[in-house]
């Protein structure tokens, strides 16, 4: 399905037979469900890394107001410079990721589901919407699936129209009811008042086939891979100045070093991880972890080789997040804008010491005020390049402006 | 705007409104598939939106300002939006940039004269394993060279050429 060959290394979705995970979940209670996920330590997928058994049990002990229903979200905005795992899940696993909806709705008591998919992604249409109208056709949603009375649900596809921001799980609520991708305060969170204020389980599209997996083979099976604390194999999308760019599949724990390796980047200078929001490990920390005990991350790895002007690479961060932020909370709204404008300066050869640790003062206000996680991570592409690379920043001349 | 026209634009409206529903959360999705028909959301249609769905002009029109993919001045028939987003940029989108700007004779931002195409920098793509990428419309293209951008202006004028329909600018 997928027209672009993106998948670099054979992944373990290859081998779970779709409909075995949903069909193990209607064998078990919902508490023993939850119960599975939990065991198995599976955090979520989407970059926060929140365990998902937990997310559940709280989704499952809320509720619901009268004449309302929970909600099953996944989360398919994919908006982090860098990741386009979910574009590759979506294409060639969808019923996986539909399953795995499909099981945390049994699992918390939910009718309704939506996929929210990013408006870049809109030509994936077609072929979701078919997906979900032969799943209904063979009784994998609707009502009473698989003949278990009293289980009905169904998953509709939104879009959203190209705000990074509304990946943020309230912002994505808030678009899904008709406003502005602006994030709401939390708490309440959305387990507990999320879409039309009823209790919302929003999961990332990764997270949700890893679901489907686990319930199929097993929690002890997916516990086995990865590190004590970061349990299970991981989706990387990785792209930048390496000989193989695209989706691979490694267990959390990797090193970077290693996982440069296999990706034909072993040449590199720097390595970002986690994207715009993530940050840039030099050369010399290769040897650290890709785990959310080290540096955890939604999957984006990009490549920067021997060549390449880190700051130049700053600015091309910070002017995405002064386009994306949504301009709610003045310490990001303004905070993005005055980075942008000191990354100038720097270009310029006109940024005094002081004023540059004035810039990292700021930096840090920005991760401690930001209203949500875009503000309070904007900084850190930043901050890690001018940790690492000072070198490189100060006292440019024009010969080196780009 | 002919009053025909609006009695157009006005039923294609209500008749969104009948298939998503008259409820807030429906906001997004009418006026997302009003921009597809419309290539932008008029002042008239954010009226007539806000009507049906018994909001205020101002939250339709709070809306339509946030979203990247929603517009409220008139767009080409064919909207270019080349990634500028880093894996893009290591891959030289900066070329393909220049030579869209050649090709169309427009600058990012603008439309051109005839209403066909419109340029624009979009945030990542999500194809960042093989940039530059670039979406026309829904199509996406990806590792475009400055030689391909030709190409692609040509396959849209193409169409357009053969049953586009006159662009309405309600
Ligand atoms: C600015 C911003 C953008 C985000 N974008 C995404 C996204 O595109 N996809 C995603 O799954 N999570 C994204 N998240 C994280 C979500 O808020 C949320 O934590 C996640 O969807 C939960 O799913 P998970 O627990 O399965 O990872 C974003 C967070 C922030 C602050
Ligand atoms: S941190 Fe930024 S994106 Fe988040 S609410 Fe504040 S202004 Fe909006
Ligand atoms: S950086 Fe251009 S598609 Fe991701």
């Not at chain 1, 998902?52 to 989704?59: E, Y």
């Not at chain 1, 009268?66 to 979910?86: I, L, M, Q, R, W």
């Not at chain 1, 909806?101 to 992604?121: P, S, V």
């Amino acid at each position: 399905m997928n027209p672009i060959n993106s998948k670099k290394t054979p992944l373990t979705f290859d081998t779970i037979e779709p409909g075995t995970g949903l069909a193990a979940a209607l064998t078990k209670s919902r508490a023993d469900i939850i119960g599975e996920v939990a065991a198995s330590n599976l955090r979520g997928r989407g970059g926060a890394g929140f365990p998902t058994g937990t997310k559940w049990n709280l989704a499952a002990a809320a509720r619901v107001g009268e004449g309302h229903s929970k909600y099953v979200v996944c989360n398919a905005d994919e908006g982090e410079p860098g990741t386009f795992k979910d574009r590759v899940l979506l294409l060639d696993y969808a019923d996986l990721v539909f399953e795995g909806m499909t099981i945390a709705a049994r699992a918390i008591g939910a009718t309704k589901g939506i996929l929210y998919l990013r408006g870049e992604y809109v030509y994936m249409r077609p072929h979701l919407d078919g997906v979900l109208e032969r799943r209904r056709q063979a009784g994998l949603l609707g009502a009473a699936i698989l003949g278990t009375a009293g289980f009905d649900f169904d998953i509709e596809i939104r879009m959203g129209a190209g705000a990074y921001v509304c990946g943020e799980e309230t912002a994505l609520i808030e678009s899904l009811e008709g406003h502005r991708g602006e994030p709401r305060n939390r708490p309440p969170f959305p387990v507990d008042t999320g879409f039309l204020g009823q209790p919302t389980v929003v999961n990332n599209v990764e997270t949700l086939a890893s679901v489907a997996a686990i319930l199929s083979k097993g929690a002890a099976w997916f516990k086995a891979i990865g590190t004590e604390r970061s349990a299970g194999f991981k989706l990387f999308s990785v792209s930048g100045d390496c000989t193989d760019p695209g989706v691979y599949e490694f267990p959390l724990g990797i090193t970077i070093a290693a996982l440069l390796a296999k990706v034909g980047g072993s040449n590199a200078k720097a390595v970002q991880i986690g994207g715009a929001s993530g940050q840039c490990v030099p050369a010399s920390q290769f040897g650290r972890t890709i785990a959310f005990e080290d540096i955890a991350t939604g999957g984006s790895i990009i490549v920067f080789g021997q060549g390449r002007d880190m700051l130049h690479v700053a600015k091309n961060f910070m002017e995405f997040f002064v386009e994306e932020s949504c301009g709610q909370c003045t310490p990001c709204r303004a905070g993005n804008a005055r980075l942008l404008d000191g990354i100038e300066r720097l270009e310029r050869g006109e940024c005094s010491t002081t004023y540059l640790s004035e810039l990292l003062a700021l930096c840090e206000t920005m991760q401690l005020a930001s209203k949500c996680g875009l503000g309070q991570s904007s900084p850190n592409a930043f901050v890690s390049i001018v940790t690492h690379f000072q070198d490189e920043l100060l006292g440019r001349t024009a010969a080196q402006a780009h | 705007m002919l009053v025909s026209q609006q009695q157009k634009l006005q039923d294609d409206i209500r008749s969104l409104v009948g298939t998503h529903g008259r409820t807030r959360a429906a906001l997004m999705p009418v006026l997302q598939d009003l921009q597809r028909k419309y290539s932008s959301v008029s002042d008239f249609a954010m009226q007539v939106v806000a009507d049906e769905l018994g909001i205020h002009p101002a939250e339709v029109y709070g809306v339509v300002s946030f979203y990247a993919f929603l517009h409220h001045e008139p767009r080409g028939r064919f909207q270019v939006r080349l990634c500028q987003t880093i894996s893009c940029d290591l891959a030289s989108k900066a070329r393909v940039a220049r030579q869209l700007e050649n090709e169309l004779g427009i600058a990012f931002g603008q439309t051109t004269p005839d209403g066909r195409f419109s340029l624009e920098w979009a945030s990542c793509l999500g194809m960042c394993d093989q940039g530059p990428a670039l979406l026309v419309n829904d199509r996406v293209y990806t590792r475009v060279s400055p030689e391909q951008v030709h190409q692609i202006i040509e396959d849209c004028r193409r169409v357009f050429g053969a049953h586009a329909v006159q662009q309405v600018h309600a």
